[in-house]
């Protein structure tokens, strides 16, 4: 069975750092194309970056030069590692595996969300 | 870049009738790319329909996509208890639309 679950939502203060976690069972994480999509309190959903099967990393110009895509192959893990935390932030961060079946492209499997909050 | 806007904002139905949701793209989009999710409050977004008119698995047959080039479409037959919620539809991996919420009328 496919999961994700992710942590290390928090509280932190405008300028701080995080490191959000997206753990993933029943598939290679390596093998596919996995992204993050956040969302902000009662707005639609925002893509903010993806890691390409090769290693190729692509993000919102949002947060160009403040975050960090990457993954550790031996913990099947997504990270996003997001610095000067603005109050914009502020949202719901999901992973979401997204998947390139011959010509159809599109979000089949979520996490189930981490809240992360920027305030002082 | 590709803008997609969903009309109506909100949908005010009643169980049991059809519901008909619109993605309009702002230039032509491959309907290879074009899918559909369902999020209810406080989970995470569903995939719907994929390829334009394609159910994912375990989705219901009362769910069905159409449309091609800039217009797409989410049908609805008739609305079970569950299907109130917001639905986004989405153009490759960087655009969603702003979503379309069905409540209860």
């Known amino acids: 069975e496919v999961q994700l679950v992710e942590t290390g939502g928090g509280l932190i203060q405008p300028g701080g750092s995080l490191r959000l976690s997206c753990a993933a069972s029943g598939f290679t994480v390596s093998s596919n194309y996995m992204s993050w999509v956040r969302q902000a309190p009662g707005k639609g959903l925002e893509w903010v970056s993806v890691?390409?099967?090769?290693?190729?990393?692509y993000y919102a110009d949002s947060v160009k030069g403040r975050f960090t895509i990457s993954r550790d192959n031996s913990k099947n893990t997504l990270y996003l590692q997001m610095n000067s935390l603005r109050a914009e932030d502020t949202a719901v961060y999901y992973c979401?595996?997204?998947?390139?079946?011959?010509?159809?492209?599109?979000?089949?499997?979520w996490g189930q969300g981490t809240l992360v909050t920027v305030s002082s | 870049e590709i803008v997609l806007t969903q009309s109506p904002g909100t949908l005010s139905l009643s169980p049991g009738e059809r519901a008909t949701l619109s993605c309009r793209a702002s230039q032509s989009v491959s309907s290879s790319y074009l899918a559909w999710y369902q999020q209810k409050p406080g989970q995470a977004p569903r995939l719907l329909i994929y390829?334009?008119?394609s159910r994912a698995t375990g989705i219901p047959d009362r769910f069905s996509g159409s449309g091609s080039g800039t217009d797409f479409t989410l049908t609805i037959s008739r609305l079970e208890p569950e299907d109130f919620a917001v639905y986004y539809c989405q153009q490759g991996i960087h655009t969603f639309g702003p979503g379309t919420k069905v409540d209860i009328k």
């Open positions: 390829g334009a008119s």
């Open positions: 979401a595996r997204f998947l390139t079946v011959t010509t159809h492209h599109y979000f089949d499997y």
């Open positions: 890691i390409y099967s090769g290693g190729s990393t």
